[in-house]
């Protein structure tokens, strides 16, 4: 019988993690190895967590996020899979995030500067300035009220010029705005 892999109980505290959706047939096998007050079930393996919750975001004192499966499933209970490598530390203090816009989809998300992806172009931020800066991007995409004040041709063409401002520099919208107009 293969012996259960336990992490230390304290080892998520102050996390950041992305999970993948992944499809309930990865669980066979696997047995429910905490159950949490709110209803998620984890299971352990020796490359990895895999939860299964009906909320992700905040997570009392971690953020873990899920990539949604494509096509996103219709179920509201979803299965996340995160290898250990993964889990990378998080407080309110220190510059750990920097954001990634999808230009297509219209979205924007944070990243953590231990993601071997990051390329050290965008600016790291704290957790409370990149909550800010995600709300004024998530407006820009969703708002068109904004953009009467600009001459354009192309408004995605003008989000994206901002966009990349509030990404790339430390400059305020309002500053962007302002230089624009």
Known sequence: MEK???PN????KNTFCVFHEVSSSSLKGLVVQYQSKSGSSYYYSKSGMYRLSNHWGRLANSKWRLEPLEPESESKI?????????????NDVDELYYLEAD????????QHKNNP?????AILRTSFETAKKIKQI??????????????YDDLDV??????????????TLEEIKREMV
């Open 4 to 6: 259960i892999f336990r």
């Open 9 to 12: 109980p304290n080892s998520f």
């Open 78 to 90: 979803k299965l996340g899979f995160a290898s250990w490598s993964n889990f990378y530390s998080d």
């Open 103 to 110: 230009y297509i989809k219209k979205t924007v998300n944070y």
């Open 117 to 121: 992806n990051y390329d050290k172009k």
């Open 138 to 151: 998530r407006n820009l995409f969703t708002l068109t009220s904004w953009a009467k004040y600009f001459e």
């Open 158 to 171: 003008l989000r994206k010029q901002i966009i990349d401002e509030l990404i790339f520099t430390n400059r």
